[in-house]
């Protein structure tokens, strides 16, 4: 039943490195968008990082800009997350969403999640 899976989570040291993997639907994957978010214990979802549809723009939170890589594989119909110089604070569970955007912006499609995948940074 699920059209997002979330795959690529695991235990990493600090500075050390992971990709995550977005294996969606074909119709998911042409949505206008697709982010990432995560969301820590005690703490807020949060988008992490978008692409749209053609792969032309992304965009990222400041607390990852530089250290994260959002792409897609159209073949594969599956986006990913590279992640480096992982920092404790990146730990949470990551999730995948399809979404809208426009003026910049990304909107989430509430109704797709993937189950999420765990990610922790500790030395």
């Known amino acids: 039943q699920l059209q997002l899976v979330e795959s690529g989570g695991g235990l990493v040291q600090p500075g050390g490195s992971l990709r995550l993997s977005c294996a969606a639907s074909a119709m998911i994957f042409n949505s206008d968008a697709m982010g990432w978010f995560r969301q820590a214990p005690g703490k807020q979802r949060e988008l992490v990082a978008f692409?749209?549809?053609?792969?032309?723009?992304?965009k990222y939170a400041d607390s990852v800009k530089g250290r994260f890589t959002i792409s897609r594989d159209y073949a594969k119909n599956t986006v990913y997350l590279q992640m480096n110089s992982l920092k404790p604070e990146d730990t949470a569970v990551y999730y995948c969403?399809?979404?809208?955007?426009?003026?910049?912006?990304?909107?989430?499609?509430?109704?797709?999640w993937g189950q999420g995948t765990q990610v922790t940074v500790s030395s």
């Open positions: 692409v749209t549809s053609s792969g032309d723009y992304t």
């Open positions: 969403n399809a979404g809208t955007y426009y003026s910049g912006n990304y909107y989430s499609l509430s109704a797709y």
